[in-house]
């Protein structure tokens, strides 16, 4: 039986709020495009996980630092609509929200990003220990990382699993933050940056011997590979079929489902397979948190995956 927590999930860092730029087709250099439609939304590595993590039932909370601007406003209410706690938040009026502008072509599905970082905080903060070993599971990403590291010192002294999503190592202290994720989830655009690796399988095995427990590489389309800490190779997931309308924010979405299914304590296979069903979900639902699964819509959805492959 699982011990009572507070939190199911506990995140720090990036927050952002996304301006939606519909068109009809991105526009060649010094060319003119028709806007479609447009729409802000919640978005930012952990605010999408958590959202994920939330909409399947996890208990979740934010305790990274944003601003007191509005946009810092609008992100921290897109959480509390989705019964993320917020209360642990801190605002400062030297932090802001990530602010972007994704510009989506309605026609071949793909989407550019254009971010926007000056004055972000994010998880710059130190977060009591308290809080951190009041949940199951920590969420860390880049943003703030002196202060992810602390969290995620805090947490692995507790056996709390530390859960990270890595898209930068930019940052000076970022080698002394990639070893304390206990599960490792990046893109293979990412893992190919950090271990000169080209083929995912590799990039796995790689990652894995470094000691992390387990590894996961993300490749679209192409599924995931994962590794167990002392396993010989990886595994692979196929990507489930669907007919994708907007991939934005997949892979924050698998990093929420995966690390709520980690709460619940389910077998790897498992989580990386649900994990993989909300991305999925995601990739062929509305921009932004609305395209988020529930879990009733996920598991309708891995029946009725399971009834087609057994036809």
Same mark, same amino acid.
């Given at each position: 039986?699982?011990?009572?927590?507070?939190?199911?999930?506990?995140?720090?860092?990036?927050?952002?709020?996304?301006?939606?730029?519909?068109?009809?087709?991105?526009?060649?250099?010094?060319?003119?495009?028709?806007?479609?439609?447009?729409?802000?939304?919640?978005?930012?590595?952990?605010?999408?996980?958590?959202?994920?993590?939330?909409?399947?039932?996890?208990?979740?909370?934010?305790?990274?630092?944003?601003?007191?601007?509005?946009?810092?406003?609008?992100?921290?209410?897109?959480?509390?609509?989705?019964?993320?706690?917020?209360?642990?938040?801190?605002?400062?009026?030297?932090?802001?929200?990530?602010?972007?502008?994704?510009?989506?072509?309605?026609?071949?599905?793909?989407?550019?990003?254009?971010?926007?970082?000056?004055?972000?905080?994010?998880?710059?903060?130190?977060?009591?220990?308290?809080?951190?070993?009041?949940?199951?599971?920590?969420?860390?990403?880049?943003?703030?990382?002196?202060?992810?590291?602390?969290?995620?010192?805090?947490?692995?002294?507790?056996?709390?699993?530390?859960?990270?999503?890595?898209?930068?190592?930019?940052?000076?202290?970022?080698?002394?933050?990639?070893?304390?994720?206990?599960?490792?989830?990046?893109?293979?655009?990412?893992?190919?940056?950090?271990?000169?690796?080209?083929?995912?399988?590799?990039?796995?095995?790689? &990652? =894995?011997?470094?000691?992390?427990?387990?590894?996961? +590489?993300?490749?679209?389309? %192409?599924?995931?590979?994962?590794? #167990? /800490? @002392?396993?010989?190779?990886?595994?692979?997931?196929?990507?489930?079929?669907?007919?994708?309308?907007?991939?934005?924010?997949?892979?924050?979405?698998?990093?929420?489902?995966?690390?709520?299914? &980690? =709460?619940?304590?389910?077998?790897?296979?498992?989580? +990386?397979?649900?994990?993989? %069903?909300?991305?999925?979900?995601? #990739? /062929? @639902?509305?921009?932004?948190?609305?395209?988020?699964?529930?879990?009733?819509?996920?598991?309708?959805?891995?029946?009725?995956?399971?009834?087609?492959?057994?036809?």
């Amino acid at each position: 039986m699982l011990q009572r927590k507070e939190f199911d999930v506990v995140g720090l860092g990036a927050v952002a709020v996304d301006d939606f730029i519909y068109v009809e087709a991105y526009p060649a250099p010094d060319a003119k495009g028709r806007v479609i439609a447009r729409r802000r939304e919640c978005g930012g590595l952990t605010a999408i996980a958590l959202i994920a993590a939330a909409r399947l039932g996890a208990r979740c909370a934010y305790a990274g630092v944003l601003g007191t601007d509005e946009l810092s406003g609008f992100a921290l209410d897109c959480l509390k609509r989705e019964n993320i706690d917020i209360s642990k938040a801190k605002r400062t009026s030297a932090a802001r929200a990530i602010y972007s502008n994704i510009v989506l072509d309605s026609r071949r599905g793909t989407r550019n990003i254009f971010y926007d970082l000056n004055r972000v905080v994010g998880g710059n903060v130190a977060v009591p220990a308290a809080l951190i070993t009041s949940c199951r599971v920590l969420f860390v990403d880049n943003i703030g990382v002196c202060g992810m590291i602390r969290a995620a010192r805090i947490a692995r002294r507790a056996g709390i699993p530390v859960v990270a999503d890595f898209d930068t190592a930019s940052d000076p202290f970022f080698p002394k933050l990639l070893p304390l994720a206990d599960h490792l989830i990046i893109s293979r655009g990412f893992a190919s940056e950090l271990t000169g690796q080209s083929s995912p399988q590799k990039a796995v095995r790689t &990652l =894995a011997a470094t000691g992390h427990d387990i590894t996961i +590489v993300t490749c679209g389309e %192409a599924g995931c590979w994962y590794q #167990a /800490r @002392g396993w010989k190779s990886p595994k692979h997931q196929c990507a489930f079929k669907v007919a994708t309308v907007d991939s934005t924010g997949c892979g924050d979405v698998f990093h929420g489902a995966y690390t709520f299914a &980690l =709460a619940r304590g389910l077998p790897l296979g498992e989580r +990386v397979r649900l994990a993989s %069903a909300a991305a999925a979900l995601k #990739a /062929r @639902g509305d921009s932004g948190p609305a395209g988020i699964p529930s879990l009733p819509q996920l598991r309708k959805f891995l029946k009725h995956e399971l009834n087609r492959q057994t036809r």
